[in-house]
C-alpha cells in the first residue's frame, strides 16, 4: 500500500453539530444562515420583483466585466488540476477509499447517476438550442470567418458548442467531487466542503471560516440547481403545451406562462422530495436508470429518423475541432464589443453555471464514487459525459440544423423559444400524432432528469449542514429544502424569469469559484507533493 493510499487515523476535524432540539444533528449556524440568506433573496425578490430583477441584472453586468477574465482562467485550472492529477502515474492509482475497497454501484448504474444528476436536463435543452444559437452567432460569425446559417458555420458552431460541453465544464464537477472524496474517505474526515481545505487552513476550518465555507456551498447549490429547475420546467411545460394544445400553457410569445411554469415547479419538486427520502441506493439509483435508458431510447430514435449521416461525420469532426481549438477558446478574453457580449452571455454564463452546480454535483459524485481510483474517476466524471454530450448534440442538434439548411425547417426551429426548439424539431420530422406520443416520452424523461437533480441536491444540502453525516436524513428537513427550492424558482420566475434567475446565479457562483480553486490547490498540496498534515 503506498503511502497516498493510506488513512491517516491522526487528521480530525470537528464540526459542532447541535446534540437537542430541531436541528439535532445539524450545524446551526450553517442551516440557519444558509436559510436567513436565501429567505431575504425569496422576500426581497417577492416583495419588489421588478426591483429585484432590474438589480440582478446589472450585478450580472458588473460580475461578467470585472470577474470575466477569472471564470475563464479559474475553470482551465480546475481542468489541468484534474487531468494532470489523473495522468500523473503516482497520483492515478490512488484509489478513493481502502486500497481493497471496490466500487458499491455497477458501471451502467455508476454512470447514470452521474449524467443524470449533472447535466441530464441540460441535454434535453441545450442538445437542440446550443448548435441552432451557435449556428445563427458564434465568435467566428462575428470575426467574418463564418457565414451565419451557412453550412461553413456548422463546424464553428459545434465548436464552440463543444468548448461549453466538453472536458472544462466536468472538471468543474470533477475536481470537487475528487477533493471530497479523498480527504473523506482517505483521511477520514468529514463529507464536508471545509476538509477539503484544512490542508491549507488547518484548525482554522473548525470554526467560523468553515461555516462560511459550507455556506458558501449550499448557496451555490441552491441556486444553480434554480437554474437547471428553471429551464427543466419551462421546457416541460412546452412538452405539455406540444401534446395537448392547451392555450393558458403557452404564452403568445411561444414561452410558457408563469402559472403552467409554477405548477410544473411544485409538481417536480415534490416528486423530488419523496424520492430524496427514499435516499441514493432506492429512489435516486432506480430514477437515474429509467432516464438512462429513455436517453438512449430518444438517441436511437434521432440515430434512425435524423440526420444520422451528418451526425456521423460531425461527430469526429467536433472531436478534431475541439481538441485543436480548445486552448485558445479556454484562455481568449474579449474585453468589449460584440465579442465580449458574446462571451459573457454564453461562455461566462456557462461557467458560472457548472461551477454553481458543482457542490451539489461533486459531493454526490463523492457519494457514489467510493472504491474508485483517481484515473477510473475522472475518465467517468470527464471523457465519458463529454463524450455522451457530443452524440447529444450531433444527433440532436444536428438534425435541427439539417432541417434548417435544407429549407424544410424554414427558421421555425432557430426563432423557436429555446423551451420548444425540442419540440420543434420532432413536429418537423414526425406526424402530429406521433409527434405527441414523442413529445411524452421527452416530457416523461425530462421529468426523471429533474427529479433526479433536485433530490440529490436537497440530500447533499443536507449531508453538507449535517457536517457530512450521509446518514442523517430526515424528512422533516428534506421536506423544508424542498419547499426552499419552490420559493426561490417561483419568486425569481415571478421577478424577472429565467434572466433573473440567471443573475442570481452568475453573481452567485463567484464566491464558490475561489473555494474551487483552493480545494485544487489543497488537493495537489497532498495529493503531488505529499504533504501529510495540515
Known amino acids: 500500500m503506498s503511502e497516498l493510499d493510506q488513512s491517516d487515523e491522526a487528521e480530525q476535524l470537528t464540526i459542532k453539530t447541535a446534540t437537542s432540539g430541531f436541528y439535532t444533528g445539524y450545524n446551526r449556524f450553517v442551516t440557519l444562515g444558509a436559510k436567513i440568506l436565501i429567505g431575504a433573496l425569496v422576500v426581497w425578490a417577492g416583495l419588489f420583483p421588478t426591483e429585484a430583477g432590474a438589480t440582478l441584472l446589472r450585478l450580472q453586468t458588473w460580475s461578467t466585466s470585472v470577474f470575466g477574465s477569472w471564470y475563464m482562467f479559474v475553470t482551465a485550472f480546475y481542468a489541468i488540476v484534474c487531468l494532470g492529477i489523473a495522468i500523473w502515474p503516482r497520483t492515478g492509482r490512488v484509489r478513493l477509499g481502502a486500497a481493497d475497497e471496490r466500487p458499491e454501484f455497477s458501471n451502467f448504474s455508476w454512470f447514470s447517476m452521474m449524467f443524470g444528476a449533472g447535466i441530464g436536463v441540460g441535454m434535453l435543452t441545450y442538445s437542440t438550442a446550443e448548435p441552432i444559437f451557435h449556428f445563427a452567432n458564434n465568435p467566428d460569425v462575428i470575426m467574418g470567418l463564418t457565414t451565419a446559417q451557412d453550412p461553413d458555420n456548422v463546424r464553428a458552431a459545434y465548436k464552440w458548442a463543444a468548448l461549453h460541453y466538453g472536458l472544462t465544464p466536468w472538471a468543474c464537477y470533477g475536481i470537487v467531487g475528487m477533493a471530497l472524496a479523498y480527504f473523506g474517505y482517505n483521511r477520514n474526515l468529514p463529507l464536508s466542503f471545509r476538509s477539503s481545505l484544512k490542508p491549507l487552513f488547518g484548525k482554522m476550518m473548525e470554526g467560523f471560516w468553515g461555516d462560511v ?243 440529490s441536491a436537497i440530500l447533499v444540502i443536507n449531508t453538507i449542514a449535517s457536517a457530512g453525516n450521509r446518514a442523517l436524513a430526515r424528512t422533516r428537513h428534506i421536506i423544508i429544502w424542498g419547499g426552499i427550492y419552490i420559493a426561490v424558482v417561483a419568486t425569481l420566475l415571478t421577478a424577472g424569469g429565467m434572466s433573473a434567475i440567471r443573475s442570481a446565479m452568475i453573481v452567485g457562483a463567484l464566491p464558490f469559484s475561489l473555494v474551487m480553486a483552493l480545494m485544487a490547490v489543497s488537493l495537489v498540496k497532498v495529493l503531488v507533493f505529499g504533504s501529510r498534515k495540515a
Open 213 to 455: 465555507v459550507d455556506i458558501v456551498a449550499i448557496l451555490a447549490t441552491v441556486i444553480g440547481v434554480s437554474v437547471t429547475i428553471g429551464y427543466g420546467v419551462s421546457q416541460f411545460a412546452s412538452g405539455v403545451y406540444n401534446i395537448t394544445g392547451l392555450e393558458w400553457i403557452s404564452a403568445p410569445s411561444g414561452k410558457p406562462t408563469l402559472a403552467a411554469q409554477l405548477l410544473a415547479l411544485v409538481i417536480i419538486i415534490s416528486a423530488s422530495v419523496f424520492s430524496a427520502i427514499s435516499g441514493v441506493e432506492k429512489g435516486i439509483k432506480w430514477l437515474s436508470n429509467i432516464n438512462m435508458g429513455l436517453s438512449f431510447f430518444l438517441l436511437a430514435f434521432f440515430a434512425i429518423f435524423g440526420a444520422t449521416l451528418f451526425a456521423f461525420k460531425q461527430f469526429f469532426v467536433t472531436i478534431w475541432d475541439y481538441l485543436i481549438a480548445v486552448p485558445q477558446m479556454s484562455f481568449t478574453v474579449w474585453p468589449d464589443g460584440a465579442l465580449a457580449d458574446w462571451q459573457g452571455a454564453w461562455t461566462i454564463f456557462y461557467w458560472a453555471w457548472w461551477i454553481a452546480f458543482a457542490p451539489f454535483v461533486g459531493l454526490f459524485l463523492a457519494r457514489v464514487s467510493r472504491g474508485r481510483t483517481i484515473r477510473e474517476y475522472v475518465l467517468g466524471a470527464m471523457f465519458v459525459p463529454a463524450i455522451m454530450g457530443l452524440t447529444w448534440f450531433v444527433l440532436v442538434g444536428g438534425t435541427a440544423i439539417d432541417l434548417e439548411l435544407s429549407g424544410i425547417a424554414k427558421g421555425s426551429i432557430v426563432n423557436a423559444d429555446i423551451s420548444a426548439q425540442l419540440y420543434q424539431t420532432i413536429n418537423l420530422i414526425l406526424s402530429p400524432l406521433m409527434a405527441k406520443v414523442m413529445s411524452f416520452v421527452i416530457v416523461v424523461l425530462l421529468l426523471t432528469y429533474l427529479v433526479t437533480s433536485a433530490d
